[in-house]
């Protein structure tokens, strides 16, 4: 009986506690949400900057010349120069190392294409770009590195899938993708 | 009510069982229903938060204004019902309410959404109110619009929305009011079958311990009605046939008595009419001994002597046959106890003032079968000189005594006390039990005595038909003591 007894109050106070609503866990639920970015692919360069927290923050500025799209070289001269005074107010900054740097860009389908031309390759191509800068390369961390690989890869490609082969002055690196 | 009883134990057992089954069956439903209803709310908030976030466009970076404008709108569109909006932009913290950050929103949550491109929710109590925080990333498509790239990427821009659960939680407390008020009557109305299922069972063990207690009574033809095929069916079966053997055993045992009874009563009679012939020629033959020679004058006054006592022995075994079957009648007159005691002493001639002492007050009248006294005090006297030492003491009186309890109201009546009182030894303790029984005899090296060996049994008997009682025991000073109780209201007492 006193067993009986005890497992009642417990059971009871198991429901008690089962009342109402409680707190829980983190719960995924769904996709993000999917917005578009004006301007549009063809009329604006994407830069990948880098936010407070380390990670990074693409920014699309409009095209203020008429060829669209742009060449690749004049995109990482972009992202080589410092965000704007709109940008830093975000708190959006870059990681790469300041100082003129020169940038020359070899598309990825064949080295002796001419550069900048064939931008519209078919997506998924297998090559790499290459990409030689003045700066040191192999000495920069993750964020600067993400930086350039996935401006040069979202300027060869709508989609970023191409992979890019950075050479700097101190190297050069293995391809790679922007992930 | 005991909590042993089993009435008090099956009914308890009913509401546990009924209690169990309805707090789990609410326990259950409540539990599906309350996460039914949370899940409704959490899918349709994270849904159309993300739908009306969908209908945005962006500049990258936004401008406060823009920011501002986003969290206004998304806020006023709240549904199902309003929300506080935040937004996160790199180092920018934009709410829809005054706070730019909510205070609800852990960190877990947050790092969720930067971990992972994914809409999320989490349920926080803070304060004791519940709250559904939701965290929806915004990412973009890097393909031309209407192309059908693939591709998306982060825009480093993250919605939060934080909304009050208090319909849900008043639905819920509704819930568990409806389980309580709904649980609370059910077993209430568990209490019926409770106490029906507890009536039927108990109805046969009433009728059992009713039936037995008939049976105490001396009622052997009680029976129980069996009804069904249960346990408790069985148990009136195996009752019935027991009382009905032992129905046969009693039968038969005072068929065998009575049997018994009659043949002692036949015996005396029939010894009776020889024995009478017999007597006359002994004391023929007793008066005629003085002129025979000294042999055999003693076996003459042997024989005389033996017939006498066979004579005694028969009509006190009639006496004690006529008792037993009930034939025994008191015939009542009112006397004075004391004329009667010292009539019965004179005729037995114990008038020596050596042996018995008389303490006998006049004017005690009661009511008495004259007969039936004499015999009871010659037995006493009797006894008294034979077997105790003289003088012996007769006394009389009249006693207020406590009337025994079952027989009314426990008052006091007046009773008649004849005591009989000797100088013997007593009697020793082991006999003092058995000095009213047939045939007992006290030395049982000493086989032959002067009385029947029913004198005493006689006694009780007698007393006994005036509604009294006879009671054996030692005085303080040595010797037996009989003491006689027979209530001076004897008219009103029937034999």
Redesign the interface.
């Known amino acids: 009986m006193r067993s ?1 007894r005890s497992l ?1 109050l417990e ?2 106070s198991l ?1 008690l506690a ?21 301007p ?3 009329e604006r360069m ?1 830069l990948f900057f880098v ?3 380390g ?6 500025r409009p095209l203020d010349w008429g060829d669209s799209p742009p060449p690749t070289a004049k995109t990482l001269a972009a992202l080589l120069a410092d965000p704007t005074e ?2 830093r107010a ?3 900054t870059t990681r790469l190392p300041a100082g003129p740097k020169q940038v020359e860009v070899v598309p990825a389908a064949r080295e002796d294409s001419v550069v900048g031309q064939e931008a519209g390759r078919p997506a998924g191509a297998p090559e790499a770009v290459r990409v030689t800068t003045t700066s040191r390369c192999r000495s920069l961390d993750a964020a600067p590195l993400r930086q350039l690989v ?1 401006t040069t890869a ?1 300027a060869e490609d ?4 191409v992979k890019v082969a950075l050479t700097g002055s101190d190297g050069s690196l293995l391809a790679a993708g922007c992930a | 009510m005991l909590i042993s009883g089993l009435r008090t134990r099956l009914v308890l057992a009913f509401l546990l069982v009924a209690a169990v089954g309805c707090g789990t069956t609410a326990a259950l439903t409540y539990r599906e229903a309350r996460n039914a209803i949370l899940e409704q709310a959490q899918d349709t908030a994270v849904s159309s938060f993300r739908d009306q976030i969908q209908e945005l466009h962006l500049n990258l970076p936004p401008n406060n204004e823009q920011m501002q404008g986003m969290v206004r709108g998304l806020a006023r569109q709240g549904k199902p019902r309003n929300w506080w909006v935040y937004v996160e932009y790199g180092s920018v913290r934009i709410s829809s309410g005054t706070n730019p950050t909510s205070t609800v929103i852990t960190p877990e949550l947050r790092r969720q959404a930067r971990g992972t491109p994914h809409g999320s929710f989490q349920r926080v109590v803070k304060n004791g109110e519940p709250y559904l925080t939701v965290v929806v990333p915004v990412v973009f498509k890097t393909a031309q619009t209407g192309t059908g790239g693939q591709t998306v990427r982060p825009t480093g821009l993250t919605f939060y929305a934080v909304m009050q659960l208090t319909d849900e939680q008043a639905n819920i407390d509704a819930m568990v009011v409806a389980a309580r008020d709904g649980a609370l009557p059910a077993l209430a109305i568990a209490l019926v079958p409770a106490l029906l299922a507890a009536r039927s069972v108990l109805r046969p063990v009433r009728d059992l311990r009713q039936a037995a207690r008939s049976l105490g009574r001396g009622r052997l033809d009680t029976r129980i009605p069996v009804k069904g095929g249960g346990e408790l069916s069985e148990l009136a079966r195996t009752f019935n046939e027991s009382t009905a053997a032992l129905e046969r055993s009693v039968d038969e045992l005072q068929r065998a008595e009575a049997r018994a009874r009659r043949f002692a009563s036949d015996v005396s009679h029939e010894l009776r009419t020889p024995l009478a012939g017999m007597l006359a020629v002994t004391e023929l033959l007793d008066e005629d001994a003085a002129g025979l020679d000294p042999d055999t004058a003693a076996a003459v006054r042997l024989i005389s002597n033996e017939t006498g006592k066979l004579a005694v022995l028969v009509e006190d075994l009639m006496e004690i046959s006529r008792f037993d079957a009930r034939a025994a009648e008191l015939n009542t007159d009112e006397v004075d106890a004391a004329e009667t005691i010292r009539r019965t002493l004179q005729s037995r001639h114990w008038t020596d003032p050596a042996e018995i002492v008389l303490d006998l007050p006049d004017g005690i009248r009661a009511r008495l079968d004259p007969r039936r006294f004499d015999v009871v005090i010659a037995n006493l006297v009797g006894n008294a000189l034979r077997h105790g030492r003289p003088p012996v003491t007769v006394g009389l009186r009249a006693e207020s005594l406590a009337q025994d309890p079952a027989d009314g109201a426990g008052g006091v009546a007046l009773w008649l006390v004849t005591e009989v009182a000797d100088r013997g030894p007593g009697i020793p303790p082991d006999v003092l039990p058995h000095v009213f029984d047939r045939f007992y005899k006290a030395d049982q090296a000493r086989t032959r005595s002067a009385g029947s060996g029913l004198g005493l049994a006689i006694t009780l008997e007698n007393v006994r038909l005036h509604g009294g009682t006879v009671r054996a025991a030692n005085g303080p000073d040595g010797g037996a003591v009989f003491a006689v109780e027979i209530p001076l209201t004897a008219s009103e007492v029937t034999a």
């Open positions: 009986v009642a059971s009871a429901l089962g009342c109402g609503i409680q707190a829980s866990e983190v719960v995924e639920a769904g996709g993000p949400a999917v917005v578009p970015v004006a549009d692919q063809l994407l936010g407070p927290d990670r990074p923050i693409p920014v699309a709109e940008e975000a708190g959006i996935c979202h709508p989609e970023g899938l």
